[in-house]
């Protein structure tokens, strides 16, 4: 690996320079909140760039960054195991060469899909191997401009602290541009502790013996619906709006050059379109778990089955779907997730002035989507944008890597898949940022370089 990062000249040498607040303090050029596939992939990126102050933050402890060991509860990932991930195209930095390094070759071969933990593990090694540093524990509280820089109020181990920085970047994955989505329905009539989204940590051991309703039917819902059967529930009943199960997997057809590298290209009406088109897809099960839940005489499907009403009755949850009653001890929701930057206490006080995609396109009134119309209207770095131009300049250096992003730059951000295309062009325009802010001070340089690489009389030719 070493090899190869010097075979293609890494790390290149540091050029940003030395910015100073008004206290001395030396300023980090970019702060990555995030130390998931997305953030270390991102810190990768930029150290290959010559980018060096770098701080990569992450709320969780060593080693639980990201879902894969703690809300994820599928057995593997869902991806194609020869799908390349933060490696950005250096062969020995790549899933299967670290894979073939600890298993074999043989086990590679034989290996249909990666399993969740072990996909932990790689990240670790890779992190630990390039050389990203990870402070954990630690979570962002808010973003204020600040004089000529950004600063980051930070929940810290030692308690609290202030961060100044040039740029940061949220790489904070699914629910970093909102939260979870939770039917009102279910929010409004029972407890809170009588249901769990799938986003959340639930101590499986509460299901054992009970019978559990679960929500929703893609993905997510099939892994909700094998992990309460394995913990020992005494009925497992799924309820769909939908009477038919998702199938198709909109992320393979999206794994082009063209679409990744370009959609950020086309024309708001066509991004629109495009997303539109996009959300209204379901990610279908895995086989597996499919085939998991399906063969429980424990486990039952409902299709159209809508919410219709939910109560508690004595200790139990009455819901009404689809025209028929049901009685549950606990409901498991794999609702997904809602975007909307007001729910996100890191941009409290900025959410007046970044523009949404409301701001900024009108749809025809027959393809009105309110929920996509919520999502930020960001520039070509993933930056924030004005709602009102020239009233929030700072807005440039906060950019967003998380599902907020893909109206706006394209599924580059939110999965294995678009991570080669996505984080290349967050890097570039990361660092271009940084160069034309700074143009003046590379030109005083330029003009004053004196460095002597021809000396004649060192030759003996004076």
Same mark, same amino acid.
């Given at each position: 690996?070493?090899?190869?990062?010097?075979?293609? #000249?890494?790390? &290149?040498?540091?050029?940003?320079? #030395?910015?100073?607040? %008004?206290?001395?303090?030396?300023?980090?050029?970019?702060?990555?909140?995030?130390?998931? &596939?997305?953030?270390?992939?991102?810190?990768?990126?930029?150290?290959?760039?010559?980018?060096?102050?770098?701080?990569?933050?992450?709320?969780?402890?060593?080693?639980? #960054?990201?879902?894969?060991?703690?809300?994820?509860?599928?057995?593997?990932?869902?991806?194609?195991?020869?799908?390349?991930?933060?490696?950005?195209?250096?062969?020995?930095?790549?899933?299967?060469?670290?894979?073939?390094?600890?298993?074999?070759?043989?086990?590679?071969?034989?290996?249909?899909?990666?399993?969740?933990?072990?996909?932990?593990?790689?990240? *670790?090694?890779?992190?630990?191997?390039?050389?990203?540093?990870?402070?954990?524990? !630690?979570?962002?509280?808010?973003?204020?401009?600040?004089?000529?820089?950004?600063? @980051?109020?930070?929940?810290?181990?030692?308690?609290?602290?202030?961060?100044?920085?040039?740029?940061? *970047?949220?790489?904070?994955?699914?629910?970093?541009?909102?939260?979870? =989505? +939770?039917?009102?329905?279910?929010?409004?009539?029972?407890?809170?502790?009588?249901?769990?989204?799938?986003? #959340?940590?639930?101590?499986?051991?509460?299901?054992?013996?009970?019978?559990?309703?679960?929500?929703?039917?893609? %993905?997510?819902?099939?892994?909700?619906? +094998?992990?309460? @059967?394995?913990?020992?529930?005494?009925?497992?009943?799924?309820?769909?709006? $939908?009477?038919?199960?998702?199938?198709?997997?909109?992320?393979?057809?999206?794994?082009?050059?063209?679409?990744?590298?370009?959609?950020?290209?086309?024309?708001?009406?066509?991004?629109?379109?495009?997303?539109?088109?996009?959300?209204?897809?379901?990610?279908?099960?895995?086989?597996?778990?499919?085939?998991?839940?399906?063969?429980?005489?424990?486990?039952?499907?409902?299709?159209?089955?809508? &919410?219709?009403?939910?109560?508690?009755?004595?200790?139990?949850?009455?819901?009404?779907?689809?025209?028929?009653?049901?009685?549950?001890?606990?409901?498991?929701?794999?609702?997904?997730?809602?975007?909307?930057?007001?729910?996100?206490?890191?941009? !409290?006080?900025?959410?007046?002035?970044?523009?949404?995609?409301?701001?900024?396109? !009108?749809? /025809?009134?027959?393809?009105?989507?309110?929920?996509?119309?919520?999502?930020?209207?960001?520039?070509?770095?993933?930056?924030?944008?004005?709602?009102? /131009?020239? !009233?929030?300049?700072?807005?440039?250096?906060? =950019?967003?890597?998380?599902?907020?992003?893909?109206?706006?730059?394209?599924?580059?951000?939110?999965?294995?898949?678009?991570?080669? $295309?996505?984080?290349?062009?967050? *890097?570039?325009?990361?660092?271009?940022?940084?160069?034309?802010?700074?143009? %003046?001070?590379?030109?005083? $340089? @330029?003009?004053?370089?004196?460095?002597?690489?021809?000396?004649?009389?060192?030759?003996?030719?004076?």
């Amino acid at each position: 690996m070493r090899r190869d990062l010097a075979s293609i #000249e890494v790390p &290149l040498r540091p050029w940003v320079p #030395e910015r100073r607040m %008004a206290s001395g303090e030396i300023l980090t050029d970019v702060v990555i909140v995030g130390a998931g &596939l997305s953030g270390l992939a991102i810190a990768f990126g930029l150290m290959r760039q010559g980018v060096t102050r770098l701080r990569v933050l992450d709320a969780a402890p060593v080693g639980r #960054e990201g879902p894969w060991v703690t809300s994820a509860r599928m057995r593997t990932l869902r991806s194609p195991k020869t799908l390349s991930g933060p490696d950005l195209g250096v062969p020995s930095l790549t899933y299967r060469a670290w894979h073939e390094a600890m298993f074999g070759a043989a086990d590679w071969d034989n290996l249909d899909k990666i399993d969740r933990c072990t996909w932990m593990d790689y990240l *670790v090694w890779f992190r630990d191997v390039v050389g990203i540093t990870v402070s954990n524990d !630690t979570r962002l509280c808010s973003i204020t401009p600040a004089d000529d820089h950004i600063a @980051l109020t930070l929940e810290t181990p030692d308690g609290l602290a202030v961060l100044g920085c040039r740029k940061v *970047v949220l790489a904070t994955g699914i629910e970093g541009a909102g939260g979870l =989505h +939770v039917p009102p329905l279910i929010a409004k009539s029972l407890p809170r502790e009588r249901w769990t989204h799938s986003g #959340e940590l639930l101590d499986l051991d509460r299901l054992t013996g009970k019978s559990v309703g679960v929500i929703g039917a893609a %993905a997510s819902s099939f892994d909700w619906a +094998v992990a309460a @059967l394995d913990a020992g529930a005494a009925q497992v009943t799924m309820l769909a709006r $939908s009477a038919a199960l998702p199938q198709t997997e909109i992320l393979d057809w999206s794994n082009f050059p063209g679409f990744l590298n370009h959609f950020a290209d086309l024309d708001d009406a066509l991004r629109y379109q495009f997303a539109r088109r996009m959300f209204a897809f379901k990610t279908p099960p895995t086989m597996e778990m499919y085939t998991r839940a399906t063969a429980s005489p424990a486990f039952r499907f409902v299709g159209g089955a809508a &919410l219709e009403s939910a109560a508690m009755d004595g200790d139990s949850i009455a819901l009404t779907a689809g025209g028929q009653s049901y009685r549950f001890d606990h409901l498991l929701l794999g609702t997904g997730y809602a975007v909307d930057i007001s729910q996100r206490r890191e941009l !409290t006080g900025l959410i007046d002035s970044i523009a949404l995609w409301s701001d900024r396109f !009108t749809p /025809p009134a027959d393809s009105i989507d309110r929920d996509l119309l919520a999502y930020p209207y960001l520039g070509p770095a993933f930056e924030f944008t004005e709602k009102a /131009p020239g !009233t929030a300049p700072f807005l440039r250096d906060i =950019h967003i890597f998380n599902n907020g992003a893909v109206p706006s730059l394209g599924p580059v951000c939110n999965g294995i898949t678009g991570l080669k $295309s996505g984080v290349p062009k967050l *890097v570039s325009g990361v660092t271009r940022g940084l160069f034309l802010a700074d143009a %003046a001070l590379h030109y005083r $340089s @330029l003009d004053g370089y004196a460095k002597v690489h021809f000396d004649p009389a060192a030759a003996g030719l004076a």
